[in-house]
């Protein structure tokens, strides 16, 4: 068992994988980095759906029987995942009922392609809540502004919901402010408060990743010393922003009503730079009541040669500040950087829905003429 990794869960930070397929239940290796590597939730995304869709032949009898039965590719889809998803929710049912519902989460995402539809994603959210059918299921809706209302739709039914696709701190505030109301209004419903929880997924690397491709543009001596710094400043200042609001007098008034927290995922933590430390976005984000969702191969650097120091976030706002304020004082758009990463993150969904879409309809193909 890897002692960087038990620091780190004994530092108050949720170790979540960032994948799972079918072979990954099937094999038991879900279960082993359950037991062995502190793994206590899992997210996915159209991407690692189509990935584990295009491989192997775990998903064989279901697609041959969904194909028998006349299913369109839409329903094969549906039934595809939410399998999955619900078998991992019951894997980590005891993970669920050890940490009184605050971990054993396994995240479904809306169609990428319904991201600027607040009905669709509503709608779906509904559905995808209702065929999963389990409590620690939780529910992916990305943080655009037409995802706003469908947050507080979702949470007002008792929906638990991971918000997504969360890069700019103004548009993190909207999130907060939508599960707020999202709790007022549920509580008005009469729902108990207690049985909803959420997250709220704040990307990381893709930050860097940007600002970086901007600083070597520039190229001087004073852009070269800001690279790869704007990502954990950016994260840390929303780690500012979630404490003051949870700390806040509506916030009070929620959690009297047994309201749990929305707490901060840093999610995209596998480096993207190869010249970058593999652990960065570990190590540098260490604070408790978060949640870090790795790739494997972060979460197998982490056991293998991560150092874990202890609370890396708390305090280091004004610091952070400045980070992005020499940023901007190079002529770098905050707002633009933002904007552009939103942007570029519901598209690369989008495509890779479009590649799972066409791996699943060759499959169905190939099953009704076997």
């Not at 995942?81 to 995240?107: E, H, I, K, P």
């Not at 852009?223 to 404490?243: E, S, V």
């Not at 901007?328 to 590649?355: M, N, P, R």
Request: glycine share 6%; charged share 25%; aromatic share 6%.
């Amino acid at each position: 068992m890897s002692e960087a990794l038990k620091t780190l869960a004994d530092a108050g930070v949720s170790i979540w994988l960032d994948d799972l397929s079918r072979e990954r239940l099937d094999s038991g290796n879900l279960a082993k980095l359950i037991k062995d590597k502190h793994v206590v939730g899992v997210t996915t995304n159209p991407t690692i759906f189509a990935s584990a869709l295009s491989k192997g032949e775990a998903y064989d009898q279901q697609v041959k029987q969904l194909a028998a039965d006349g299913k369109t590719t839409a329903e094969a889809i549906r039934e595809i995942t939410t399998t999955d998803v619900r078998n991992a929710c019951d894997l980590f049912t005891d993970t669920y009922q050890a940490t009184n519902g605050v971990d054993g989460r396994v995240s479904i995402e809306v169609e990428p392609g319904l991201a600027m539809d607040t009905d669709g994603t509503i709608n779906q959210a509904k559905e995808l809540w209702s065929t999963v059918d389990r409590p620690n299921v939780l529910i992916k809706i990305p943080a655009t502004k037409p995802g706003l209302p469908a947050i507080t739709a979702a949470t007002a039914e008792g929906i638990s919901v991971n918000v997504t696709l969360i890069f700019g701190l103004e548009r993190y505030q909207g999130v907060i402010d939508a599960y707020f109301e999202g709790l007022e209004q549920a509580a008005a419903n009469g729902i108990d408060l207690s049985t909803i929880r959420s997250v709220a997924s704040f990307f990381v690397s893709r930050v860097d990743v940007e600002y970086d491709k901007r600083l070597d543009k520039i190229g001087t001596d004073e852009a070269k010393a800001l690279k790869d710094k704007a990502a954990i400043a950016n994260a840390r200042l929303a780690y500012a922003l979630y404490q003051k609001a949870f700390s806040s007098d509506r916030w009070k008034a929620l959690e009297a009503k047994g309201a749990n927290v929305q707490r901060p995922l840093w999610a995209s933590t596998g480096v993207k730079d190869p010249e970058l430390p593999d652990t960065l976005y570990v190590a540098e984000l260490v604070v408790a009541d978060t949640v870090n969702t790795m790739p494997e191969k972060t979460l197998e650097a982490v056991a293998d040669h991560g150092e874990i120091d202890g609370d890396k976030v708390t305090g280091t706002a004004d610091q952070a500040q400045q980070v992005l304020d020499a940023l901007t004082a190079l002529d770098i758009s905050y707002d633009d950087v933002i904007q552009v990463l939103e942007d570029e993150g519901v598209k690369k969904f989008d495509v890779s829905w479009g590649e799972l879409e066409q791996t699943v309809e060759a499959a169905l193909k190939a099953a009704q003429s076997a």
